[in-house]
């Protein structure tokens, strides 16, 4: 099983969304897990926490896996306020 | 515009007159170079000659001058004619043009026998007037259904606002003074709150679901009518959120979920049992209230919650808000805050001055910039406790 990268932008909000769920979707339906990479990702909203909720459930479905890299300490904050500390695999 | 077309039509027409007449000079002038000739050669057929050839020739010069003459006044004649007739499909063209300006897209077109530039001019046109009808057609349907669906929004968004429950005010009876408050970003919205008094005791909570619209009211809806069977029966918030989880867990493909917070409040004691699924905690008298975030109402079916308790003394003002509230945008993307929340907190005002105050302030935050984000508050105090006994 591989693992492929995917690259997201500043923000993950309600404006980007459905491209960044088609992106990760592409990845997982080649049967690869996917690496979220979040570095240069400063800000989550719910439409965008729903995105990697979603990766995270079709992933699972797939036998496959979704981790989050690079988490800086404001979306750490947005995961924690949330309740969805832990919820996510890192690497 | 008729007018403008005419005014073309004939100047078109004087203009190849004034060019036929400039041919009919030139041919004047031929005819009297001709003539001139001829009148050439009549002197010298006098002069060699006799008289009698002489006429002959004049007159034949005559003749021929006057046939020349003739030949251009008929055609002339004809040219303005055959102009006439050519353009005169124009006019009816022109007033086709200002009948479909003026919307009867089936104005007549002039009937063209011919195969000329007209005959594609008038295809060209009963093309346009087609087209023009079918996008006409296209755009009442159009605007029909937009009209219908804002319509039905409307509705909608008046029946999302009158679920929600109706304010306590602090009366010499009412022991409790709540109040809350909801602005969608759109018609309808995602965020919630509810509350009502069962066995004595307050229940609560504030919610929002993810997104925002339609499809996040339809998750709200269902959200509330939860709250309101489960809170109904069962005491212990953390069976109640435990349970509102499992409903909203199951089949949720979509994966939308809801941050919720919810509260057991005993008015004659102070005791508040609470528990906190993802939402932001609320606030006790100025302080973040240590509720320690599960996961969201619908991500995870078999999710634990931990409750929380802490006595809220007599007059202590409980604020809950969405994330609408700290997260309100300045058009340069500044987010109203914590900390200015915090700031705009005022221990003696009431429910509804506190609320008023918070809605002022962000207003005045983000100024000219559209809502993001619905924005939900939601102030308790039971400052006006007044026991029976």
Same mark, same amino acid.
């Given at each position: 099983m591989d693992t492929e990268t995917y690259v997201l932008g500043e923000e993950l909000d309600s404006f980007n969304h459905q491209e960044v769920q088609e992106g990760i979707k592409a990845i997982l339906e080649k049967g690869n897990s996917a690496v979220l990479d979040m570095t240069a990702c400063k800000y989550v909203s719910s439409t965008g926490l729903r995105v990697l909720l979603f990766a995270k459930k079709m992933a699972a479905t797939k036998g496959l896996k979704i981790y989050l890299k690079g988490v800086n300490a404001e979306v750490q904050d947005i995961m924690s306020v949330t309740g969805f500390d832990g919820f996510f695999d890192y690497v | 515009?008729?007018?403008?077309? =005419?005014?073309?039509?004939?100047?078109?027409? %004087?203009?190849?007159?004034?060019?036929?007449?400039? *041919?009919?000079?030139?041919?004047?002038?031929?005819?009297? *170079?001709?003539?001139? *000739?001829?009148?050439?050669?009549?002197?010298? +057929?006098?002069?060699?000659?006799?008289?009698?050839?002489?006429?002959? #020739?004049?007159?034949? @010069?005559?003749? =021929?001058? +006057?046939?020349? =003459?003739?030949?251009?006044?008929v055609l002339t004649y004809l040219l303005r004619r055959t102009i006439h007739r050519l353009i005169a499909?124009?006019?009816?063209?022109?007033?086709?043009?200002?009948?479909?300006?003026?919307?009867?897209?089936?104005?007549?077109?002039?009937?063209?026998?011919?195969?000329?530039? #007209?005959?594609?001019?008038?295809?060209?046109?009963?093309?346009?007037?087609?087209?023009?009808?079918?996008?006409?057609?296209?755009?009442k349907q159009v605007n029909e259904a937009k009209g219908r669906m804002e319509g039905e929004l409307k509705v909608a968004r008046d029946m999302q606002l009158s679920m929600l429950p109706k304010a306590y005010s602090p009366t010499a009876d009412s022991r409790l003074d709540i109040y809350g408050s909801l602005t969608p970003a759109r018609e309808v919205g995602g965020d919630l709150y509810d509350f009502f008094v069962r066995d004595g005791k307050l229940f609560f909570c504030i919610g929002d679901v993810s997104g925002k619209g339609v499809? @996040? $009211?339809?998750?709200?809806?269902?959200?509330?009518?939860?709250?309101r069977i489960v809170a109904s029966y069962i005491d212990d918030v953390n069976m109640i959120t435990t349970y509102i989880n499992k409903i909203m867990s199951d089949g949720n493909d979509t994966m939308v979920f809801v941050t919720f917070f919810v509260g057991v409040l005993d008015p004659s004691t102070g005791h508040l049992e609470y528990c906190n699924a993802g939402h932001n905690k609320p606030l006790v008298n100025g302080q973040f209230l240590d509720a320690k975030p599960g996961l969201p109402l619908g991500v995870e079916e078999n999710a634990?919650?931990? $409750?929380?308790?802490?006595?809220?003394?007599?007059?202590?003002?409980?604020?809950?808000?969405?994330?609408?509230?700290?997260?309100?945008?300045?058009?340069?993307?500044?987010?109203?805050? %914590?900390?200015?929340?915090?700031?705009? =907190?005022?221990?003696?005002?009431?429910?509804?001055?506190?609320?008023?105050r918070m809605t002022q302030a962000v207003h005045d935050f983000v100024g000219d910039a559209p809502q993001s984000d619905d924005l939900t508050m939601l102030a308790i105090k039971y400052a006006y406790l007044k026991f029976d006994n």
């Open positions: - | 515009m008729t007018r403008r077309l =005419l005014h073309i039509r004939e100047s078109l027409a %004087s203009r190849i007159t004034l060019r036929v007449v400039l *041919y009919v000079v030139v041919v004047i002038g031929i005819s009297a *170079y001709v003539g001139n *000739y001829y009148v050439l050669k009549i002197v010298k +057929a006098i002069q060699e000659g006799g008289i009698l050839y002489a006429i002959g #020739m004049r007159r034949m @010069a005559i003749a =021929l001058t +006057a046939v020349f =003459l003739l030949t251009m006044v499909p124009l006019t009816t063209f022109t007033q086709a043009a200002d009948e479909v300006a003026r919307g009867n897209l089936q104005a007549k077109l002039p009937e063209i026998h011919s195969n000329d530039e #007209m005959y594609y001019l008038r295809q060209s046109f009963s093309t346009m007037q087609q087209s023009l009808a079918q996008q006409m057609e296209e755009l499809p @996040a $009211a339809l998750v709200m809806a269902q959200t509330m009518c939860q709250f634990t919650y931990e $409750a929380g308790e802490c006595e809220i003394p007599v007059g202590t003002m409980l604020f809950l808000y969405t994330d609408g509230l700290t997260e309100a945008m300045t058009e340069k993307h500044d987010m109203f805050g %914590s900390q200015r929340l915090i700031g705009n =907190l005022q221990s003696d005002l009431d429910c509804k001055a506190q609320i008023e």
